[in-house]
């Protein structure tokens, strides 16, 4: 199993940034052959996607949403994904869930795309 815990959450006013970390123990070969993504839930919502990167760090995946806000990084030798959230909007208020994507899915932007998750950051946006 693989285990996964996010940091970097917290409350900021509208345009500003945060940056959100994801750092995977356990089974972390698993990783050479899986994406790593970012989803988000709002209270009420379902989880939707938010971004994704490839093993190779060739293929990215950003929901419209947050295209040309949001960049997602990854350090594969410290099996760590970020996230860096700019231009943040009240609407992006939310608890942001990494995940690992199942190994061989190469565009991985579903939720059942995944098989692991951590336990989630909050993201608080004040306008």
């Known amino acids: 199993q693989i285990q996964l815990v996010e940091s970097g959450g917290g409350l900021v006013q509208a345009g500003g940034s945060l940056r959100l970390s994801c750092v995977a123990s356990g089974r972390t070969r698993t990783l050479r052959r899986s994406t790593m993504g970012w989803f988000r839930q709002s209270p009420g919502k379902e989880r939707e996607f938010v971004a994704a990167i490839s093993e190779s760090l060739d293929d990215l995946f950003y929901a419209d949403s947050v295209k040309g806000r949001f960049t997602i990084a990854r350090d594969n030798a410290k099996n760590t994904v970020y996230l860096n959230l700019n231009s943040l909007k009240p609407e992006d208020t939310a608890t942001y869930y990494c995940?690992?994507?199942?190994?061989?899915?190469?565009?991985?932007?579903?939720?059942?795309?995944?098989?692991?998750w951590g336990q989630g950051t909050q993201v608080t946006v004040s306008s």
């Open positions: 995940g690992v994507g199942s190994p061989g899915i190469r565009v991985a932007i579903r939720y059942p795309d995944y098989d692991s």
